[in-house]
């Protein structure tokens, strides 16, 4: 449950983090807060927003059972646990 989580937060961060990158290679003030405007955090803002957007939007898609697939539960046999399984 940690890596789609952490996945989303690295896909927020970003932009921020080549924005930064690029402030850095023109040896412009990567801390100076002349250097981030509110016009370029809010449109660094809504592109990260964008990007987790369609990331979870991929993820709904793409993952998970295939539809009417039909779901076992664990379960004990003969004193083993058995995984639950999708059929």
């Not at 930064?20 to 250097?35: C, E, H, I, K």
């Amino acid at each position: 449950m940690i890596r789609p989580f952490a996945i989303e937060v690295v896909l927020f961060v970003a932009p921020f983090v080549f924005y930064a990158v690029f402030l850095w290679a023109r040896n412009a003030g990567v801390l100076d807060p002349d250097s981030w405007p509110t016009r370029t955090v809010v449109w660094l803002t809504g592109v990260a927003l964008v990007l987790v957007a369609i990331s979870l939007t991929l993820l709904a898609h793409f993952s998970g059972a295939p539809p009417h697939s039909r779901y076992t539960p664990a379960h004990i046999e003969n004193g083993v646990l058995v995984p639950g399984k999708e059929e």
